[in-house]
């Protein structure tokens, strides 16, 4: 599995837009890159996922490039709500068991 | 749909006791996980099942048994309870969907080890 790197902690103001970048420099040709958010007291929630190019939902978008050894997970126009923790993974189409989280990055809004 | 429940929702046990944590999902999944979250700490994998009548380790099996009971539950079982097995417990499921990577995740067991 690709072993994914983030930051600890990223603050910002509410109405901006949050991009967390995720380096995983191993990533294997089968891999995708999902992205989850995690609430205090609650289990994670799934938020995107992606292979290469520009993912876009309603809540989320993401970006791979080319070369695949980042992605960045963007979240516009953040409220207080979207305080949590976000956590990527590198995960294999080839294995149904191998999901490794990593420390995830606390996103704190404020006013 | 329910989603994945799991239970008990609390429990503290004394070192040396035993449990079982029960997981559930109606959602006709074919894959569940076994979790665990120190606090401050991102998830561990303990044991999973990639689909009915198999299971595997994952990161952190030792002091840990599974028993995937049918399609629908997976269980977890403390043989021995110890403190460095205080945490939250958290079950997931994902799709059959090969390239659909969300898992579906529990509210999660809260467990104290005196």
């Known amino acids: 599995l690709a072993k994914t790197t983030q930051p600890i902690s990223m603050d910002s103001y509410e109405g901006q837009e949050v991009n967390i970048t995720c380096s995983h420099n191993?990533?294997?040709?089968?891999?995708?890159i999902t992205w989850y958010q995690q609430f205090p007291s609650q289990g994670p929630r799934f938020i995107i996922q992606?292979?290469?190019t520009k993912v876009t939902n309603e809540v989320a978008s993401l970006f791979i490039p080319a070369d695949r050894k980042s992605s960045t997970l963007s979240l516009p126009r953040v409220s207080l709500s979207d305080t949590a923790v976000y956590y990527c993974?590198?995960?294999?189409?080839?294995?149904?068991?191998?999901?490794?989280f990593g420390a995830g990055t606390q996103v704190v809004v404020t006013p | 749909n329910a989603g994945v429940t799991q239970t008990p929702k609390f429990q503290v046990l004394k070192t040396g006791q035993s449990m079982t944590l029960q997981c559930a999902q109606d959602?006709?999944?074919?894959?569940m996980y076994w979790y665990r979250q120190d606090p401050g700490m991102g998830l561990r994998l303990i044991y999973y099942?990639?689909?009915?009548?198999?299971?595997d380790k994952g990161e952190v099996p030792n002091g840990y048994n599974v028993s995937r009971l049918n399609k629908r539950e997976f269980s977890l079982r403390l043989e021995s309870a110890a403190p460095s097995q205080t945490s939250v417990y958290f079950c997931?499921?994902?799709?059959?969907?090969?390239?659909?990577?969300?898992?579906?995740f529990g509210p999660g067991t809260r467990l104290t080890v005196t």
């Open positions: 997931a499921s994902r799709s059959p969907d090969r390239n659909a990577y969300e898992q579906y």
């Open positions: 191993n990533i294997a040709t089968n891999d995708y």
């Open positions: 992606g292979y290469k």
């Open positions: 993974l590198a995960s294999s189409s080839d294995s149904w068991g191998k999901f490794q």
């Open positions: 959602m006709n999944h074919n894959s």
């Open positions: 099942s990639a689909s009915e009548g198999t299971t």
